[in-house]
């Protein structure tokens, strides 16, 4: 289903083609269409004579269109349609050659008279913000190029398009040619050129603006193929005589001066590409659709197009109509429904879905936009382009140029806003953190000024240079197992207070253990005196890792010293065999440094 989108609300809605669904929401649809436009990485626009009528260039097929009033103008040449002015048949006799001339010298000074229209300035407003992938224009009047955008068909290599082949022997660099073209600057996309190389020059940007169907800047002989500038040649157009070639007329000179047989001269005729004729540089047209299509290994068209745009063309040409079709599958396999659709294996491209029935208007207003159709009548014949197109926005090409300037406008003031608001914030975070740090120093300087008067002044002595300021090393620990422990008399147990602490004689070496009881006793038990100790299965010493004297005691609170009084007078009567359970306490257990 394709999306009907009239630019007027008053606009009636077109009887044909079946498969349109009308938009409820045209204002909303229609900024829908401008943002898939605005947020489009790699737009391809293919237009025609429709964005030019404004700018003073007549159109082809409307009633005030060249085709009708070629035909009013000449009405003794019996001509069914001004289109046979543009068929490759008006060489055949000198007559209609004349008339073709002089109908290109009058289309050549409204060219030269015309100025951008605002839909020009839009593209050029595209391509400044790095959406514009290629304008492929079927216009000769080469407005696009006064509008700024980069103009022409690079010349096709087909060197590049022959297999690469094994060089039999490799010859020594090229020396005779001049450092200009060995040295020059190469384009971001193509490699260096060094001498010796496969290409003697690097390969030329390709133009932002391609013209499908030749230009009236230029002229070329039919004969050798040569190029030149058409405003040269004005008058000779103008009187119906289409000029000699140049480049012909020396080389018949010199072929005449060295005694060779005249080979003819050729002559200049408008490198416009007629009906029934090839194009001169279809080939450079071709690779550049090609690559913008499937994308390619550098620059930025290398993911291909993700939008088209079709505007103010009527799309009778077979070969546009094809370039547009394909363009459609790509971008529309590239979108939200690029998971749904399947690969052709013959061009390689994705084919999309069969359009909805004629119910699914919701689908059709709520699926993505990325193929849209400008212009005030729909192509023809409609059966053709039943899927091609998401939205088709009937209106004129200049109207739709304005909403899409008044968009850019928009979001480069809603930019600019936002980075001065940015600015704003870190200047306010810079203006803060100065404030901070100017706070701070004064209240160091204050502290420090109030510590200087506080403290008498002290002549420190100098240290003595030949005396090393370092301090004696501690002598290590002993060992554990250099330590005797051996008959340790019993420990006496101090009661009475909210910590318990168990003095143990000291040994032999320079630690003694200790055991200190740190949570409170029972509330039940406060009172009760136990002079005695518990039987060797309940208390367990162990030898905890000897440390430095820096990590003893484990508490501040443990109390130092010792009693060497002896508790083994008491009777085995009174100790009993285990404490009582409320007794029982938390107890710390290690080793204490002696002072000997």
């Not at 008058?235 to 072929?255: A, H, I, K, V, Y």
């Not at 363009?327 to 749904?340: E, L, M, Y």
Request: glycine fraction near 8%; hydrophobic fraction near 30%.
């Amino acid at each position: 289903m394709t999306l009907f989108v009239p630019l007027e609300a008053s606009a009636p809605p077109p009887q044909t083609p079946s498969f349109l669904v009308r938009s409820e929401t045209p204002t909303l649809h229609l900024r829908k269409a401008i943002r898939a436009i605005l947020k489009a990485k790699r737009l391809v626009v293919v237009c025609g004579a429709g964005i030019s009528v404004s700018a003073g260039i007549p159109d082809f097929r409307s009633e005030s269109g060249l085709f009708q009033t070629l035909k009013r103008d000449n009405p003794k040449e019996s001509l069914t349609s001004g289109k046979d002015l543009f068929d490759a048949s008006v060489f055949n006799n000198e007559h209609t050659t004349s008339m073709f001339c002089q109908m290109i010298a009058q289309l050549s000074e409204l060219s030269q008279a015309a100025s951008p229209t605002p839909f020009h300035q839009a593209l050029r407003s595209l391509d400044d913000r790095g959406r514009l992938l290629r304008v492929y224009t079927q216009n000769i009047d080469a407005i696009e190029l006064k509008s700024g955008l980069s103009f022409g068909v690079p010349e096709f290599d087909k060197r590049r398009s022959r297999p690469r082949s094994k060089p039999k022997s490799i010859g020594p660099p090229i020396t005779d040619q001049p450092a200009t073209s060995i040295n020059a600057p190469c384009p971001q996309d193509s490699p260096p050129v060094t001498p010796g190389s496969r290409y003697t020059s690097p390969a030329a940007e390709v133009p932002r603006c391609i013209p499908l169907h030749g230009t009236l800047q230029t002229l070329h002989c039919q004969t050798c193929m040569h190029t030149f500038p058409l405003e040269n040649y004005v008058s000779s157009l103008t009187s119906g005589t289409p000029p000699n070639c140049p480049e012909c007329m020396q080389m018949e000179e010199t072929r005449q001066l060295v005694g060779k047989r005249a080979r003819g001269v050729g002559k200049l005729r408008p490198s416009v590409v007629l009906y029934n004729e090839l194009h001169k540089d279809g080939e450079g047209v071709g690779e550049v659709a090609r690559r913008d299509l499937v994308g390619s290994s550098k620059g930025k068209g290398r993911s291909g197009a993700d939008a088209l745009l079709v505007v103010g063309t009527s799309l009778r040409v077979p070969g546009t109509k094809r370039m547009v079709r394909e363009f459609s599958k790509a971008v529309r396999a590239r979108g939200c429904t690029a998971s749904r659709d399947t690969v052709s294996a013959s061009t390689g491209l994705a084919t999309p879905t069969p359009s909805p029935g004629k119910g699914s208007a919701t689908s059709a207003e709520d699926s993505p936009i990325k193929s849209i159709y400008l212009n005030f009548d729909f192509p023809g014949p409609t059966r053709e382009w039943e899927g091609v197109f998401d939205a088709w926005l009937q209106g004129d090409a200049q109207s739709f140029a304005d909403l899409l300037m008044e968009e850019i406008a928009k979001e480069a003031a809603d930019k600019e806003a936002t980075l001065e608001r940015k600015r704003k914030r870190e200047e306010d975070i810079a203006h803060l953190e100065g404030s901070e740090d100017a706070g701070l120093s004064k209240k160091k300087k204050a502290k420090t000024d109030n510590q200087n008067s506080g403290k008498p002044t002290s002549k420190q002595k100098p240290k003595a240079l030949d005396t090393p300021s370092v301090r004696p090393r501690k002598p290590k620990s002993k060992r554990r197992e250099d330590m005797d422990i051996s008959a340790p008399s019993l420990p006496k147990i101090a009661l009475g207070s909210s910590k318990l602490t168990i003095r143990i004689p000291p040994l032999k070496g320079r630690y003694i253990p200790e055991v200190c009881i740190t949570t409170p006793a029972p509330r039940g038990i406060k009172g009760i005196q136990y002079p005695c100790t518990p039987p060797a299965t309940h208390i367990k010493h162990r030898m905890t890792p000897l440390l430095s004297l820096s990590d003893y005691p484990p508490s501040d609170a443990t109390e130092m010293g010792y009693d060497e009084s002896d508790l083994s007078e008491l009777s085995c009567d009174e100790v009993p065999d285990e404490l009582p359970r409320p007794a029982i306490r938390t107890a710390q257990y290690g080793l204490r440094a002696t002072g000997g």
